[in-house]
């Protein structure tokens, strides 16, 4: 039964153990869908990693509707762990993954059916390639959803280790089959796609027998699935903000690819690939993030409310120093890093400049995402939906439509770089305010 209890013990180390699993987690996630890109910019070339980067934005939209939602879970769970209440934590349990699964079945209607109108709204190059693989990335949003639902308890528990040995399987199987459906049979995107698909239905599979293999830990049963009304308008109290919240945050990138992809094809592979080196340079300050947030709830379930305030100031230490060191390194190999997805002359130039100009951004998001695991942790999650429609929408679309028409393409890469700086002050002001300082649980 592998379960952590972060009220206890020294908070670096805490932190650390549970961030490495998270970090390797998401490097393995990440190195699914960069292979799709790399394995279609040297088979298919700039319209398969254009075509792959338009549908890739609007699978992020969705797949941020259930992060929010199983985050609302993950803080309600995490803070009934650090206050023992273990029934209502397993009850919480059961009623999340049933409204995964069934929200995963909806919207995989309505993407299907909404696939190529999407897309045309985008103004996306490669618009048959791109919809042919939107269309069959849709089929992989129930095991999307179930998945974020299982990885939500696990991580409530202290365990996120789990996660990471189910995403080192399908990760394994995922670039084998892109070799095979892509290389191999030359099914261009659409194999990319098949072969995302499989690999997200066997992280499901995987991850679910293991859970209910720990009924007595989770309580979870297939054949006693349920939502309890209580633990799901709580869920949605705190998620629906958190939802909203992601979902702006990517609605705000289809945004960037909107005015990116009027700069033509090479752009739009540019920009699908510089995304994905960015978010692996993201990936230690999102796993600090999440076991920030996951470490507060259980604090201020258990009521140590100085813990709490310790736990961020040192994970914003940590997120700040791994960044910095990221950022150089970066800045260096751009080059390098963009030469192995195979762009051609005019792509590798406008990718030099989006990657060299966006990554010094990371610094902001190292500053305010920690700071957000306070007021998620403590359930406060408006106020980082307030946060994110600063940076997002206030900030960064109106910024880039303004550089767009002065600056051009380049305006927009400047715009993405300074935009999250402006949630910065908000999250200090909130973490000095201690307006945090209760227990979502002791109110309920």
Not at 35 to 51: F, K, N, P, Q, T
Not at 196 to 206: A, C, E, H, K
Not at 276 to 284: E, G, H, N, R, S
Request: aromatic share 10%; hydrophobic share 55%; net charge positive.
């Amino acid at each position: 039964m592998k379960q952590m209890d972060l009220t206890e013990g020294v908070i670096w180390k805490k932190l650390l153990i549970y961030a490495a699993p998270v970090v390797f987690s998401s490097l393995l996630q990440s190195a699914y869908s960069i292979a799709d890109l790399i394995i279609a910019g040297w088979v298919i070339g700039d319209s398969g990693l254009s075509a792959i980067n338009n549908s890739s934005q609007v699978m992020v939209v969705l797949t941020q509707i259930i992060m929010g939602i199983t985050t609302g879970g993950n803080i309600l769970m995490g803070q009934y762990f650090g206050g023992k209440d273990h029934e209502n934590r397993k009850k919480t349990n059961v009623s999340l993954f049933t409204l995964a699964v069934l929200a995963g079945a909806v919207m995989t209607v309505v993407l299907f059916l909404l696939s190529r109108p999407i897309l045309v709204g985008l103004h996306a190059p490669a618009l048959e390639e791109a919809t042919a693989y939107l269309q069959l990335c849709a089929l992989g949003l129930v095991p999307i959803f179930g998945y974020n639902a299982l990885s939500s308890m696990l991580r409530a528990v202290g365990n996120s280790k789990q996660p990471f040995y189910c995403v080192a399987l399908t990760a394994g199987c995922n670039i084998v089959l892109d070799l095979l459906f892509m290389w191999g049979l030359n099914w261009g995107v659409q194999g990319a796609a098949l072969a995302t698909v499989l690999s997200q239905l066997l992280s499901l599979l995987v991850c679910l027998v293991y859970v209910l293999r720990q009924e007595d830990l989770f309580g979870l049963r297939l054949t006693k699935l349920f939502i309890q009304k209580d633990k799901l308008l709580q869920m949605l109290k705190l998620g629906i903000p958190c939802a909203i919240q992601m979902t702006v945050v990517g609605l705000s990138w289809l945004a960037m690819t909107f005015l990116i992809n009027d700069y033509g094809l090479e752009a739009s592979a540019a920009s699908g690939i510089c995304a994905k080196i960015k978010d692996v340079a993201l990936m230690f300050t999102v796993a600090v993030y999440n076991a920030a947030t996951t470490m507060v709830a259980q604090c201020l379930g258990a009521k140590k409310y100085d813990r709490a305030s310790r736990v961020v100031h040192i994970a914003m230490r940590l997120s700040l120093g791994v960044t910095a060191l990221i950022i150089l390194l970066v800045e260096f190999f751009a080059p390098q890093l963009l030469s192995v997805f195979h762009p051609d002359a005019l792509t590798l130039e406008i990718g030099l400049q989006n990657l060299r100009i966006e990554i010094l951004g990371q610094i902001f998001y190292a500053s305010f995402m920690v700071y957000n695991a306070l007021p998620l942790g403590a359930g406060n999650t408006l106020f980082a939906l307030g946060s994110s429609l600063l940076n997002c929408i206030i900030v960064r679309v109106v910024l880039a439509l303004l550089f767009n028409h002065y600056f051009g393409l380049v305006g927009i890469f400047w715009a993405c770089a300074i935009a999250p700086a402006s949630s910065v002050p908000l999250g200090y002001l909130y973490e000095r305010s201690g307006v945090w300082r209760k227990s979502l649980v002791e109110e309920n």
